[in-house]
């Protein structure tokens, strides 16, 4: 059974930074694409960066300069790194895998994923 846990949320002051992780088990995913995207109340889940097998990254405008997504396959683990925050990245966020391997190309929509964790919330105070 596959399950992806992630870790790491809490509350953080505008401007700080925080590091959210994501551990997978059930199968290895060194081989796939992972990502994070991040759910606001109301609202569908956006994409916020992603990851290939190979190690290269993607990241959504609003984030970019500000999180990185790194991964370590040794431990099958997925994180991001989110320093500068500010309070509109309060959300919760998720961590997700595609299933299938190898694939050059990133993806940017929840429904081309296919596995998912239940999510942590993430509060930037101002």
């Known amino acids: 059974q596959v399950q992806l846990v992630e870790s790491g949320g809490g509350l953080v002051q505008a401007g700080g930074s925080l590091r959210v992780s994501c551990a997978a088990s059930?199968?290895?995913?060194?081989?796939?694409?992972m990502g994070w995207f991040r759910q606001f109340p109301g609202k569908e889940r956006e994409f916020v960066a992603a990851i290939s097998w190979i190690g290269g990254s993607t990241y959504a405008d609003s984030v970019k300069g500000r999180f990185t997504i790194s991964r370590d396959n040794a431990k099958n683990t997925l994180y991001l790194q989110m320093n500068s925050l500010k309070p509109e990245d309060t959300a919760v966020y998720y961590c997700a895998a595609r299933s299938s391997r190898y694939s050059g190309s990133y993806y940017y929509t929840q429904d081309e994923y296919d596995y998912w964790g239940q999510g942590t919330q993430v509060t930037v105070s101002s």
């Open positions: 059930g199968r290895t995913f060194s081989g796939h694409l």
